[in-house]
């Protein structure tokens, strides 16, 4: 754990959290876009990963355009592609019981996946696995069916994302593992989390792109989730301290980073200097 030096002028690919590290709600941090600009300068990649399932990429593409940073497709890879994804790969064609808004639903479906929201005895038995997203369309009957398909038979079980609580205009709502925690206070079981801190999104951004571990940093604001990515998929980190986590907490975090510094403007001049 050190100071940002320009030893990170070595990277090529750099994965940055998007709230409280590049932007504020559609503001960008001060030396934010110096920033990613340098990153093009310098022949690199920039892919912005996010636990937030709400949005889709087209939501992100819009953004990110008209705060002035240039994105396309490939910049960006949230929990929900990275869900979809993973479960494509494993399960093909198989059925899958999931608990979320329709738009999640339909980003499923986009991705060739076979998925019910219901769980009634003639396709109990062909259900494989659960996923479970933020679900701001929640009920007591997907509450009811998730519980049932989790207790009657031993199916897999995978969410989003771990985050209990998700910033609104007048506080917090519950996020996807608030809702996760309430299930297991009924059916004493966990998923496993497939975003943030969960490897899954640092290896796809690096299979997609062709750059190494070593070419790549995982930078962010919080320490248990950006910083623990990284740290499990064996790539450097760097935590700024515009967001959630502050210098002190450095001293007691289980989750130290390679490097720390004030905010991405200081990452700008360690990649300019
Ligand atoms: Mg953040």
């Known amino acids: 754990m050190k100071a940002i030096t320009n030893d990170i002028k070595n990277k090529k690919l750099f994965l940055l959290d998007i709230d ?13 876009l110096d ?12 892919v912005f990963i996010t636990n937030n399932s709400t949005k889709s990429i087209e939501d992100y593409i819009i953004k990110f355009t008209k705060m002035g940073i240039p994105v396309d497709d490939s ?10 994804t993973f479960l494509k790969q494993r399960y093909d064609e198989q059925l899958l019981y999931v608990l979320g808004t329709k738009s999640f639903v339909n980003e499923l479906r986009k991705y060739g ?8 005895d003639s396709l109990k038995s062909s259900i494989v696995a659960a996923v479970v ?35 609104v205009s007048y506080g917090y709502i519950p996020d996807c593992g608030a809702i ?16 943030k801190p969960n490897n899954l999104m640092v290896d796809m951004a690096c299979e997609e ?24 998929a064996g790539v450097d980190t760097a935590v700024v301290f515009t967001g959630e986590a502050k210098y002190e907490d450095l001293k007691s975090t289980a989750f130290p980073p390679t490097y720390y ?13």
């Not at 910049?75 to 979809?84: G, K, M, P």
């Not at 199916?155 to 910033?167: G, H, M, Q, R, V």
């Not at 309430?182 to 989390?193: D, F, I, S, W």
Request: with cysteine; hydrophobic share 35%.
């Open 35 to 46: 920033f990613l600009a340098e990153v093009r300068n310098l022949g690199g990649k920039y």
């Open 180 to 195: 996760c925690n309430l299930l297991k206070e009924a059916v004493k079981r966990e998923p496993v989390y497939l975003g």
């Open 209 to 232: 792109s062709g750059y190494s571990k070593e070419e790549t940093i995982v930078i962010g604001d919080r320490l248990y989730t950006d910083i623990a990515c990284g740290i499990n």
């Open 75 to 84: 910049s960006f890879l949230t929990s929900t592609t990275a869900t979809a």
């Open 261 to 273: 510094c004030d905010s991405i403007k200081d990452l700008y001049i360690a990649l300019r200097d």
């Open 113 to 120: 996946l076979k998925v019910t929201e219901e769980a009634n």
């Open 20 to 32: 409280g590290t590049v932007s504020f709600d559609a503001t960008p941090i001060e030396g934010a």
């Open 133 to 167: 997203g933020f679900d701001s369309e929640l009920n007591y009957t997907k509450i009811e069916n998730i519980c049932e398909l989790l207790q009657t038979t031993n199916i897999d079980y995978f969410a989003t994302n771990p985050d209990l609580s998700c910033p």
